[in-house]
């Protein structure tokens, strides 16, 4: 006698029973009863009790740190930076001492907020106490220009196909969002102390060779770089001269007859945004 198919479906159903065996029933899901969802934890990227974090799509692997930039602009022009192509000042650009060259980041202004997209393509800052050193075009869009360093946030971040276009054009990428005031009250706390002074635009003159050793009178000292390009180049701006000092390239400015010649260049040096200008006596 053939069963048909509900007939043979009742038969097991019934064997089942009475050998005291269930047919297995499939898994419900915890998630499909409405009484017992489960909050799922956020990401890493997604925020942290300190503030958001915000989604550079790196996961924990992503680069995230405060420090603060400094910047320049016409007196490197003419250097090739560690990618290979030439520094222009205007382009959104940066230097990091370990971020991949051709990589990008998102650089926040702390002190406002504001958030641009820029392409590392060189090596620096030279100086330990600067997390970054932007181009000229980078710092006014960050609004830095009239500040010769300023306290920054510097994440790495995946840019959208035209992003990255954009910025390896030499220009800018599309408009970020500023960042919220809590989070950069959050930032601006794990802040180091301020460092010293950054290298600022300026206009270019021509290098001097150094005077000698035995030139007598006060020199002043602006600033100390591991880069003999940049340390020439920033001598040619402000028409002073660069001396080796073992693996450092002292700028200068003098000597001057006199402590008065010597205080307006240092303080003229100070204006232009080099705070570390300092006096330095030659008996």
Not at 77 to 102: C, E, K, M, Q, Y
Not at 109 to 114: I, P, Q, V
């Amino acid at each position: 006698m053939r069963l048909s198919n509900k007939a043979f479906v009742a038969l097991l159903w019934l064997t089942g029973c009475s050998s005291g065996s269930e047919l297995p029933r499939p898994p419900i899901a915890r998630e499909a009863v409405p009484n017992q969802w489960r909050a799922v934890p956020l990401p890493p990227e997604a925020g942290e009790a300190s503030g958001p974090a915000a989604t550079s799509g790196m996961g924990a692997s992503r680069y995230d740190r405060v420090g603060y930039a400094s910047w320049y602009g016409e007196e490197l022009i003419g250097s090739t930076t560690a990618s290979g192509t030439p520094f222009v000042p205007d382009a959104i650009t940066a230097a990091h001492r370990t971020l991949p060259l051709g990589s990008h980041v998102e650089v926040t202004a702390l002190d406002t907020g504001r958030t641009i997209l820029a392409l590392i393509n060189d090596r620096g800052p030279s100086r330990a106490d600067r997390e970054i050193d932007l181009s000229r075009g980078a710092a006014a869009l960050l609004g830095l220009q009239g500040h010769p360093i300023a306290p920054v946030r510097v994440r790495s971040v995946t840019p959208s196909g035209a992003d990255a276009a954009a910025l390896a054009a030499g220009g800018p990428a599309s408009t970020r969002l500023n960042a919220p005031p809590s989070l950069l009250t959050a930032l601006r706390a794990q802040l180091p102390a301020g460092p010293g002074s950054p290298s600022p635009m300026s206009p270019r003159q021509s290098i001097r060779p150094a005077p000698p050793h035995a030139a007598a009178g006060y020199v002043v000292q602006v600033a100390a770089f591991s880069s003999d390009s940049r340390a020439r180049a920033l001598a040619a701006a402000l028409g002073g001269y660069v001396e080796p000092a073992g693996s450092l390239h002292r700028v200068r400015l003098g000597p001057f007859r006199d402590a008065a010649g010597a205080e307006r260049a240092r303080d003229d040096a100070v204006r232009r945004g080099y705070g570390d200008a300092s006096i330095i006596v030659q008996p």
